[in-house]
């Protein structure tokens, strides 16, 4: 092994580690998702606003809010007040952010004010994320259903307290 793959291989049991637990983790998490919706309140949207950060290693990696494209008018809602069909949600701003970086999402956390739709969660299971923390739930939760299916650790917390879920469907995994 060269001393960079060691650094390397030392790198990423470092990342594992730090995902799986972290004694103020509870702390930590309130703290990320408090920031994620600061950021939230910066979407142009009337319906819903919502935030979300990608945080890896200790660090936040990227941000988003669900809004228009780069280029577009910043209205999110047409004049029917309907959410105008080339908005991006927060979780798939964040991460077409992380794209244009050299920062990658595999095994990062991401913190999402509202619980991930199907089409997100398609994105965050293909980009690697291994845990999804929301605050509030959608009411479609088939998003939630398919990142559980992806064995990706997801959990709900509000203000005071954190929920793990399970989801006890051994359906179609979603690797292929
Ligand atoms: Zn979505």
Known sequence: MTTLQRVES?????????????PNQPKLDQAYMDM???????????????????????????????GAPTGFPNACEG???????????????????????????????????????FQCAKLIAQSGISRVVYKTAYSDRSGLEFL???????????????VSLSFHDSGTPCSD
Do not use: M
């Open 10 to 22: 030392l790198a990423f049991i470092g990342t594992k580690a730090y995902n799986s637990y972290v």
């Open 36 to 66: 994620a919706e600061r950021w939230g309140s910066l979407s142009h949207a009337v319906r819903k606003k919502v935030g979300a950060l990608v945080v890896k290693g200790g660090q936040i990696i990227s941000d988003g809010f669900n």
């Open 79 to 117: 004049e029917d007040g309907e959410t105008l069909p080339h908005v991006l949600h927060a979780e798939s701003n964040a991460l077409s952010k992380l794209a244009r970086g050299t920062q990658s999402s595999e095994n990062a956390t991401l913190y999402v004010t509202l619980s991930p739709c």
């Open 148 to 162: 559980a299916k992806c064995d990706i650790e997801v959990e709900e917390i509000t203000s005071s307290e954190k």
